[in-house]
């Protein structure tokens, strides 16, 4: 519902879910002992560290937010599958580690992951040499661990976890391994293998790596930029708002919804710039702004602002204009099909949303009417977006499946309502 005097004041946002996935995995491999601190405690990062620690690592949470790893750098073998929960990055990044290993391993998820694409990693892994069996292109993989060959391979998508997993079986592998990747995605699996020691280069979208042992190094994470995109759109869209979000990474692999925002004339304004453990955070003022104008989104845009497409198709509903989404057929496989999810629940709260195959046009500015039931089809960033489009209405939106909102940011509702 609309708060009253609109959103103020400020909050620090929780830690990056990319980067804690990959502090969790990498200092498995590494030999000796780290601290790493600002972990998120999103139930997507327990399910890989749960993981590590069916593999042997020793993870201990010595305080909140704050784990203690030690490894001697080898992972056990495992007679129980290995449970990657909701989360896609968990499977296809810890693929690509169990491939080049010397046990057998079974990896199985929820059923939302037990449903998206594993073929993107599998193809390019047997490539390598790797034993990775599934039976429909989806999970449960079988992976039997075996010694793996550099490739040279070029991505038909820009997926960071794709990238990740090859990256990954390339650290392990005989020979030099060569990504290219047609646009560049994120790139935290790059900057913490360097951070950690690996022969890893990257230029533009083009990466090499060779067989490298890492070394244990404390990891200080960069606040979530996907995280802070909800309290950015709402800071834009609910009148008379005004926020600070402390924190943020700004990778510029991660700040297309920073782009948006300037390209739509809203107000953002980023201060206090440091460095932690190889990635850039800054502060971000946010305030209300009443003349937003519609905007394209397309091409090197989309791996930037892959995840922030849901909640910028509610800002996009209060900008003057038509929104156009295009080239992120991708978006169809996450969670949920955000692409067909969005367009159908959004057009039940008065928002003028049109389907693409490869994305969505939206046409504002719109009233959003509350009084609904939307449903997040258990998909963790719709049920945040909603939220934010509920603070535009002036009766209650309800959302079935928001406790979802656990994957990745426990501390969602918290935060948003210590802002009204
Ligand atoms: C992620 C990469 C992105 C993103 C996901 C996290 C990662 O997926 O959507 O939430 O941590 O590497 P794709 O690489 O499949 O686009």
């Given amino acids: 519902m609309k708060p009253k005097n609109g959103l ?35 139930a997507d990062c327990r399910s890989t560290l749960n993981l590590f620690k069916k593999l042997g690592v020793d993870i201990n949470v010595t305080e909140e937010k704050t784990l203690t790893v030690k490894s001697d750098g080898m992972l056990k073998s495992s007679d129980i599958p290995l449970y990657c929960g909701n989360s896609g990055t968990t499977m296809r990044l810890v693929s690509g580690i169990l491939a080049g290993s010397n046990n057998e391993y079974i990896l199985t998820g929820d059923e939302s992951l037990s449903k998206r694409p594993m073929k993107r990693i599998i193809e390019p892994l047997k490539l390598m040499g790797a034993k990775i069996y599934s039976d429909n292109g989806c999970a449960p993989l079988k992976i039997i661990g075996t ?45 913490m293998l360097k951070y950690m020691g690996a022969d890893i ?50 990778n510029p692999t991660r700040t297309g919804i920073l782009d ?20 850039v955070v800054a ?28 909640v910028i198709a509610i800002l996009a509903s209060q900008a003057e204009g038509e929104t156009v989404v295009k080239d992120a057929q991708d978006l169809r496989n996450k969670e949920s099909d955000r ?10 709260i008065g928002i003028d949303i049109e389907e693409r ?49 656990k994957i990745s940011f426990p501390e969602f509702d918290e935060m948003m309502n210590n802002l009204q």
């Fill in 8 to 42: 103020k004041g400020e909050l620090t946002i929780p830690a990056d879910k990319s980067i804690s996935h990959r502090a969790v995995m990498f200092s498995s491999l590494a030999k000796g002992s780290c601290i790493i601190r600002n972990f998120s405690s999103g």
């Fill in 147 to 191: 010694e793996l060959h550099g490739i040279e391979y070029s991505s038909p998508l820009a997926s960071a976890q794709v990238k990740s997993c090859i990256l990954l079986a390339g650290m392990n592998a005989d020979g030099k391994t060569v990504y290219k990747e047609p646009y560049l995605s994120r790139n935290h699996t790059e900057l």
């Fill in 201 to 250: 280069k990257a230029k533009d979208n083009v990466i090499s790596i060779s067989k490298s042992d890492l070394t244990a190094k404390d990891i200080d994470i960069a606040g979530d930029i996907s995280s802070a995109a909800f309290f950015i759109a709402a800071g834009l869209i609910v009148p008379n708002s005004d926020i600070i979000i402390k924190n943020t990474g700004i």
């Fill in 260 to 279: 948006v925002v300037k390209r739509m004339g809203g107000s953002l304004e980023l201060m206090n710039k440091v460095e932690k453990s190889g990635e």
């Fill in 283 to 310: 502060d971000i003022h946010v305030n209300y702004t009443d003349n937003l104008k519609a905007c394209t989104i397309e091409g090197a845009d989309i791996p930037r602002l892959i995840d922030e497409l849901p």
């Fill in 339 to 348: 692409i067909k999810c969005l367009v159908c629940e959004l057009s039940k």
């Fill in 357 to 405: 195959e490869d994305g969505f046009i939206v046409k504002g500015k719109t009233k959003i009417r509350g009084g609904a039931e939307l449903n997040s089809y258990n998909d963790h960033r719709l049920g945040m977006s909603f939220y934010v489009a509920g603070l535009l209405a002036d009766n209650e939106l309800g959302i079935e499946g928001y406790e979802w909102t």
